[in-house]
């Protein structure tokens, strides 16, 4: 019995070991495509709210159909199809398809935060005299902003998750090193252990940051905690 636990150890060691180099990569394309969907989803929200006809259809259609179409085909248009034409490398392609495909979550997200902002204030600071631009800046977007905080983060909490399925067109993250060990040296069922593992520390860890976002940036009346 003892030699079998020592046996379990050394091999979950060694599974570790194989698969920690592979942690960066998975939080490196997390930031980068949600950064992408960060930018994407805030242009896309405030072309909805200033409501350009033409633009903010188009915005509107385009939420609609990303949200509507799942993560693993955006990959697989992005590279097979896109990329045939554009010569996007593993990389690109699996950071433009998360960013692609969270944008529109978080263009409702960011929506739902500018709308909320009473539009009485969008009144005031045009007799001012601001711009709407100057509006959007100093007195929308930074009030939005404790609103929008914590959906925001749970979805990049999601966006790290799905970033897995990038595995599937070779980018080497952490589920695709969980795939090469287990090809190697046919232990299933550590392997998964272990990728689950790590997955659940990191996402473990994201949710505590988000329960201290939601209480740092809650704002009463909007149905956030404020305890």
């Given at each position: 019995?003892?030699n079998?636990?020592?046996?379990?150890?050394?091999?979950?060691?060694?599974?570790?070991?194989?698969?920690?180099?592979?942690?960066?990569?998975?939080?490196?394309i997390?930031?980068?495509?949600?950064?992408?969907?960060?930018?994407?989803?805030?242009i896309?929200?405030?072309i909805?709210i200033?409501?350009?006809?033409?633009l903010?259809?188009?915005?509107?259609?385009?939420?609609?159909?990303?949200?509507?179409?799942?993560?693993?085909?955006?990959?697989?248009?992005?590279?097979?199809?896109?990329?045939?034409?554009?010569?996007?490398?593993r990389?690109?392609?699996g950071?433009?398809?998360v960013?692609?495909?969270?944008?529109?979550?978080?263009?409702?997200?960011?929506?739902?935060?500018?709308?909320a902002i009473?539009h009485?204030?969008?009144?005031?600071?045009?007799?001012?005299?601001?711009?709407?631009?100057?509006?959007l800046?100093?007195?929308?977007?930074?009030?939005?902003?404790?609103?929008?905080?914590?959906?925001?983060?749970?979805?990049?909490?999601?966006?790290?998750?799905?970033?897995?399925?990038?595995?599937i067109?070779?980018?080497?993250?952490?589920?695709?090193?969980?795939?090469?060990?287990?090809s190697?040296?046919?232990?299933?069922?550590?392997?998964?252990?272990?990728?689950?593992?790590?997955?659940?520390?990191?996402?473990?860890?994201?949710?505590?940051?988000?329960?201290y976002?939601?209480?740092?940036?809650?704002?009463?009346?909007?149905g956030?905690?404020?305890t």
């Amino acid at each position: 019995m003892l030699n079998w636990i020592a046996e379990q150890i050394v091999l979950y060691w060694s599974i570790f070991r194989y698969l920690i180099p592979a942690v960066p990569w998975t939080v490196l394309i997390t930031i980068t495509s949600f950064a992408l969907a960060l930018i994407l989803g805030l242009i896309i929200s405030i072309i909805r709210i200033w409501k350009i006809p033409v633009l903010s259809f188009l915005a509107g259609v385009y939420v609609n159909v990303i949200r509507g179409v799942p993560l693993l085909v955006h990959i697989f248009f992005i590279y097979f199809g896109l990329g045939k034409y554009l010569n996007f490398d593993r990389f690109t392609a699996g950071v433009l398809a998360v960013g692609i495909c969270y944008s529109a979550y978080l263009a409702e997200i960011f929506r739902s935060g500018l709308e909320a902002i009473s539009h009485g204030q969008y009144e005031a600071a045009m007799s001012l005299g601001m711009t709407r631009f100057q509006t959007l800046r100093y007195v929308v977007i930074p009030q939005s902003l404790r609103i929008v905080i914590p959906p925001s983060a749970n979805e990049f909490i999601a966006s790290l998750k799905d970033s897995s399925l990038v595995s599937i067109i070779g980018l080497r993250e952490l589920t695709r090193a969980g795939r090469e060990y287990y090809s190697q040296f046919f232990t299933d069922f550590q392997t998964w252990i272990m990728v689950g593992a790590l997955y659940l520390i990191m996402t473990l860890t994201l949710t505590r940051v988000v329960k201290y976002l939601e209480r740092l940036f809650a704002v009463k009346g909007f149905g956030s905690r404020t305890t």
